[in-house]
């Protein structure tokens, strides 16, 4: 009896070991870790999708794996490692709070090449890419101000990070070229994710007489509110059309793939560098949904705005740009703000009358 | 907009009221079941999927209720039959519970359904003010008020309901008296899981028609509060799950009124406003205490 | 026929070594029919999660970085647990002691301060979960609010503040306004054990306290009374101990250890406080406290077991493509079982047939 249990035990430990160091050895492993779980249909979703797109451009060239539901603490740094361990040579870290566990993992595996997600911190192993998310956000703006019947919109915002203020101040300023006496209300849902919160939010804005919903949370559940009460609401991170058919009047979508596709074709041929990535609508990481449910000369007026920006002719930041104090804001960038005052914005642009929880 | 805010009100405080509801028989017989949160949550995915494939949102409840139920069975056979510590039992449910979820409901992400939909009653629900809130709303909000009335009947004015309240104040006594204790708990804490599926249910097939691992958010957490903060009695339970939806919807509103207050204290307001309240509440039951006395204790009948 | 439990007379010696092994062993059976369900492979999930963490020296230290906050917060709990007084809200209690050893790491950042700033944090953090989780103890004994809600009700509380603490007052002022504290400075850091690795002191207390508990409750009158009050507590009031003052205590030595491993786990792996650091370590360490039945050196076993379970899980992900979501549903179940298991320590089982029973009813 003990010889078979060894001789058992024996087969499974080679067994085991042989399938997890199974993988051709000339086949490059690709990782990702996801802040939430794939089926969020915003953020994560959004990765997954350019992740499998990745695998479908590649087919055998390359592995790709994936841990969802990371949180960004202690665990984080586990996770990353494991798949250092694993074999992957080039790992895509999804969120800003995986900044500092990658920066450790990094400088412990100086031959791994690491991707790192809106966050600020880079190494020789390390880049860092995000979206310029506030080009779409000021295109919003301005379909916005022409579509609100009552000239108020409103906002569902996450957590007052540069990140999410910056939207709401290009989606202002897009709004303000339109009509310059346009109004926002703005609920802090204190959470990337919570439909019940998120549609309690909508409701109350719509209640509070808005008529248009924009978020920076990921559910599509404001969507649903808005389309049940007929009014008109922009997706997030991925096109919520599905939710809002008579609703939706774009979306910004997060198009990772082509970035992807990029990085592990350099890391394929040996290219890779470290970088620091901020690519919008021109470098097609932003996308717009199809713009709908609007008249043809406000879709016009929007594909319009979308060129301009791509061509480099119109930057939403582009000074003056006054503060809700009054102040106008220091104009680094020759005639637009430069990218290190966009990252750190901490102020509301004039015309937003609430103030930033936590200053 | 007053109106507006009550039936937003209304909706955030109907799956409160039925996995509460559900909880308070529970309860009432002296069964204390943690595990809320894990069954309100496979009812959402188990409601959500039967809708999904059948079309149906009343199937899609039904599965709801049953998949409660069925979570409920496996605390009775731990808890009633093999005597079990109640507590630990069900906080092993919540946890069983959420992980069961995510494996079902990973086949359903990014699906939607249609919501239930609103009763319409041509110049009834169009009365100014109250028509759209007492006739106005979905099959769930009526079905909690039912509910409620018919929990509160069957404790107050059956001969059943009296012994189940027996059984939960006195378990030794109502055993000497010739009833079947364990069963008579038995049927509470399926009822109990019953509810809590449906609550679970209410939201995606309601209130926000997708599903999304982890929706439920805490609601089955709240239900226990809720049903202490009600001393167990049914009419108390209306008011404090509609007061406790009332605090989550305002301090939204109170933000887009810009009161210059941090936005984590507002949300953070119903889990306080739950502490504030039990404490003058279970003062006032020091006397004679309204909990059912023989709650959470092990029960053996002896032979 | 019937199933009935019938009260053995003395508490089954036999059963209470072997149950766990029953426990563990209903549970590797039920999980390899949740596998073949799943379509993977049985067998080598199960080295995935189990044994493959324990091959190599990385895991092992992980292991224990993991272990550590459980096995001292379980402690704490089981305390609670045998006076029978359900403290829930560990994890408030964990949030507000990392908040509290922190706020002097904030105010000496980037200051010279010498090697007092560690220990002090560490006695904040203590002090500041002890204190956090006497507000239900007092509300409980005081006015006989129910523990179980208001200290679950804090953990929210907890979090909200924790929230608005980072993201407002102490954000880092280089941090482009994330939400994050600055970096810790190196003497407001949990120093490590071995190099390359992160196993740091913080194994080492989770092992003096396990030892302190095991003290208190085999050799100390406080512990004897702990134990009294939750088994027997007539009998407690008759041998004059003070259950009031016992629920203060223990709910007062279990804040202080889930404080104390929060501040660790702040000013160790993670080197700086955020939102939503903790991965619910409040909640998990009940999960071991019972599994470890309420046993300091069974709450370590179990701590580390359960530390495993988390581990193998991420493996079985990237190497098996299995959903997080089967670690929970494992955790669940094996809980079921050893909670089942055990009652066969008290209770024996028996089939008798209907005919026999005693009839019931009025006299």
């Given amino acids: ?359 | 907009m007053l109106e507006a805010i009550v039936l937003s009100v209304l909706a955030a405080s109907t799956p409160l009221l039925i996995a509460a509801t559900g909880e308070l028989v529970t309860e009432r017989s002296g069964v204390l079941n943690l595990g809320v949160e894990g069954m309100m949550i496979v009812g959402a995915a188990c409601g959500f999927g039967g809708a999904w494939l059948s079309g149906s949102i009343i199937v899609g409840a039904l599965f709801g209720i049953v998949a409660g139920a069925l979570m409920s069975l496996i605390f009775a056979v731990m808890t009633l039959a093999l005597a079990v510590n109640q507590v630990a039992t069900g906080l092993a449910l919540t946890i069983l519970g959420v992980g069961v979820s995510g494996l079902i409901g990973a086949g359903f992400v990014g699906e939607r359904i249609t919501p239930a939909p609103h009763l319409y009653i041509p110049g009834l629900t169009d009365i100014p003010f109250v028509g759209h809130i007492l006739f106005g709303e979905d099959a769930f909000v009526y079905l909690s008020l039912a509910l409620l009335i018919g929990v509160w009947l069957f404790l107050y004015r059956t001969r059943a309901g009296l012994v189940l309240r027996a059984a939960g104040d006195n378990h030794v006594s109502a055993h000497a008296l010739g009833y079947p204790v364990l069963r008579i708990r038995l049927f509470a804490v399926m009822f109990g899981g019953a509810c809590a599926g449906l609550a679970g249910a209410y939201l995606p097939l309601a209130y926000t028609p997708f599903f999304i691992p982890g929706m439920t958010a805490g609601r089955g957490w709240i239900a226990l509060a809720l049903v202490v903060f009600a001393s167990w009695r049914p009419g108390r339970l209306a008011i404090g799950a509609y007061l406790f939806g009332a605090v989550t919807i305002l301090q939204l509103h109170a933000q887009a009124f810009s009161l210059g207050i941090p936005s984590q204290f507002m949300s953070s307001l119903p889990y306080l406003a739950t502490v504030i309240v039990l404490v003058p509440i279970s003062r006032a039951r020091t006397g004679g205490s309204t909990a059912p006395a023989a709650l959470g204790t092990v029960f053996v009948p002896d032979r | 026929m019937q199933l009935v439990l019938e009260k053995r007379a003395e508490q089954s010696r036999t059963i209470a070594l072997v149950s766990p092994l029953i426990a563990i062993g209903l549970t590797i059976a039920t999980m390899v029919i949740l596998f073949a369900i799943l379509g993977k492979n049985p067998l080598l999930a199960l080295w995935v999660y189990f044994i493959d963490p324990m091959t190599d020296g990385y895991s092992l230290q992980e292991i224990a970085v993991k272990a550590t906050p459980l096995v001292m917060i379980a402690i704490g709990l089981s305390l609670c647990y045998l006076a029978n007084v359900w403290n829930i809200g560990a994890e408030g209690q964990f949030l507000i002691g990392a908040v509290a050893g922190s706020w002097l790491a904030v105010k000496t950042n980037g200051t010279d301060a010498g090697p007092w700033v560690f220990p002090v944090m560490l006695l904040l953090g203590a002090a500041g979960g002890a204190l956090y989780a006497l507000i239900p103890a007092i509300c409980k004994v005081r006015f006989g609010a129910s523990e179980i809600l208001t200290s679950l009700m804090l953990v929210y509380v907890a979090d909200l503040f924790l929230d608005y603490l980072v993201r407002g007052p102490w954000r880092d002022p280089n941090g482009f306004n994330f939400p994050t504290t600055a970096e810790f400075d190196p003497v407001a850091t949990v120093p490590l054990l071995v190099d390359g690795g992160r196993l740091h002191l913080g194994s080492i207390f989770a092992l003096i306290v396990v030892a302190g508990a095991a003290i208190l409750l085999g050799r100390m009158i406080k512990g004897f009374e702990i134990r009294v009050v939750g088994a027997a507590p007539r009998a407690a009031r008759f041998g004059g101990f003070n259950s009031n003052q016992l629920i203060l205590l223990t709910f007062a030595i279990s804040g202080a250890l889930a404080g104390l491993a929060g501040i660790i786990e702040v000013a160790g792996p993670v080197g700086h406080l955020q939102p939503g650091f903790s991965p619910g370590y409040g909640f998990t360490a009940i999960i071991v406290a019972f599994l470890g039945r309420l046993n300091p050196i069974g709450i370590l076993i179990a701590g580390l077991f359960l530390a495993l379970t988390f581990i193998g899980g991420e493996q079985a992900q990237i190497a098996m493509k299995i959903p997080l979501d089967v670690t929970k549903v494992f955790q669940g179940i094996l809980l079921f079982y050893v909670l089942a298991c055990d009652s066969l320590i008290l209770y024996r089982i028996r089939l008798i047939s209907t005919a026999r029973q005693v009839p019931s009813g009025n006299a």
């Fill in chain 1, 1 to 359: 009896m003990r010889k078979i249990l060894i001789a058992a035990a024996a087969v499974m430990v080679t067994a085991g070991a042989s399938l997890l160091s199974a993988s051709a050895a000339d086949k490059l492993k690709v990782g990702f870790i996801y802040l939430g779980p794939v089926g969020d249909f915003g953020w994560t979703y959004q990765h997954e999708v350019a992740r499998q797109a990745l695998a479908k451009e590649f087919g055998d060239k390359i592995e790709t794996t994936y841990l969802e539901n990371v949180s960004e603490g202690p665990d984080a740094e586990r996770s990353i490692e494991q798949l250092v361990r694993a074999g992957n040579k080039l790992i895509f870290t999804t969120s800003f709070g995986y900044m500092d566990p990658t920066l450790k993992v990094a400088k412990k595996y100086p031959n791994v090449h690491f991707e790192h997600a809106t966050g600020f911190k880079r190494d020789k192993n390390m880049g860092t890419y995000n979206g310029r998310f506030y080009e779409g956000r000021y295109i919003q703006g301005v379909i916005a101000g022409k579509m609100s019947k009552v000239g108020v919109l409103g906002y569902i915002g996450s957590f007052p990070i540069p990140e999410v203020i910056m939207g709401m101040n290009a989606t202002m300023l897009g709004a303000q070229t339109v009509n310059p006496n346009i109004k926002v209300k703005i609920i802090w849902a204190n959470t990337w994710f919570d439909p019940g919160k998120e549609a309690d939010a909508a409701k109350a804005l719509l209640d509070q007489g808005a008529d248009i919903i924009m978020q920076h949370t990921d559910s599509p559940a404001a969507m649903q509110i808005a389309s049940e009460r007929g009014k008109l609401a922009f997706g997030q991170d991925s096109d919520m059309i599905k939710f809002g058919p008579k609703t939706q009047l774009t979306s910004i979508i997060d198009n990772w793939a082509p970035y992807y596709i990029a990085r592990v074709k350099a890391e394929l041929e040996g290219k890779w560098q470290t970088d620091n990535d901020w690519d919008g609508l021109k470098a097609k990481m932003v996308v717009m949904a199809p713009y709908t449910n609007m008249p043809d000369d406000v879709k016009k007026l929007a594909m319009d705005t979308e060129a301009a920006i791509i061509a480099g002719k119109l930057f939403p930041f582009k000074c003056p740009v006054v503060d809700q104090d009054g102040k106008t804001v220091e104009c680094k960038g020759g005639d637009h703000l430069d990218d290190g005052q966009v990252l750190g914005m901490n102020f509301y642009v004039k015309g937003i009358d609430d103030k930033i929880p936590g200053k």
